[in-house]
T-cell receptor, first 111, second 114 residues
């Protein structure tokens, strides 16, 4: 099976930086994905790491360490609209591309 | 780019009634298709995945079944719904040829069982 752990809730203020951690244990690891999900909506893709290191996409960055089974999502210059649940997902295998999700981290951004 | 259509958006069904949720995709050929369920307070759980017409794999034993009658159509069904089938059902799609591409989700169906 897969053990994917991330904090349940986090809070931060507008303009700040927040780091959401994710740890995992799985076999057949083939990449880690971060999705954003606003209340009542479908998840939307944010970032993807398959090799160790940092991937930067505007205000969002994601880091992966495969040896430690660890990833984080870094959000800079927080805005109110960043209040959402952030989902960490591990992919097993390549062709099938199955994703296994953590329970998500609910981020609340205060003014 | 891929577009994923799911309907209905919301559904209220009595216990013991049948279910059929449909998902169709546009903008891609030979996609991998997936059904997920998100129950209250829980993460997304992979229910079924399909790599082609008539090819269905189940991740967890349950009261549901899936079918893929056409390359771009994926259907989730049940003969008799249980209270525990309530949740947010999401269809996802991935281009099979590109291993680096993420899965993209449809808007989902919110199912309430009474």
């Amino acid at each position: 099976g897969q053990n994917i752990d991330q904090p349940t809730e986090m809070t931060a203020t507008e303009g700040a930086i927040v780091q959401i951690n994710c740890t995992y244990q799985t076999s057949g690891f083939n990449g880690l994905f971060w999705y954003q999900q606003h209340a009542g909506e479908a998840p939307t893709f944010l970032s993807y790491n398959v090799l160790d290191g940092l991937e930067e996409k505007g205000r969002f960055s994601s880091f992966l360490s495969r040896s430690k089974g660890y990833s984080y999502l870094l959000l800079k210059e927080l805005q109110m609209k960043d209040s959402a649940s952030y989902l960490c997902a591990v992919r097993r295998g390549s062709t099938l591309g199955r994703l296994y999700f953590g329970r998500g981290t609910q981020l609340t951004v205060w003014p | 780019s891929q577009t994923i259509h799911q309907w209905p958006a919301t559904l209220v069904q009595p216990v013991g009634s049948p279910l059929s949720l449909e998902c169709t995709v546009e903008g891609t050929s030979n996609p991998n298709l997936y059904w997920y369920r998100q129950a209250a307070g829980r993460g997304l759980q992979l229910l079924f995945y399909s790599v082609g017409i008539g090819q269905i794999s189940s991740e967890v034993p349950q009261n549901l079944s899936a079918s893929r009658p056409q390359d771009r159509q994926f259907i989730l069904s049940s003969k008799k719904l249980l209270l525990s089938d309530s949740g947010f059902y999401l269809c996802a799609c991935k281009d099979r040829a590109d291993s680096g591409q993420p899965q993209h989700f449809g808007d989902g169906t919110r199912l309430s069982i009474l």
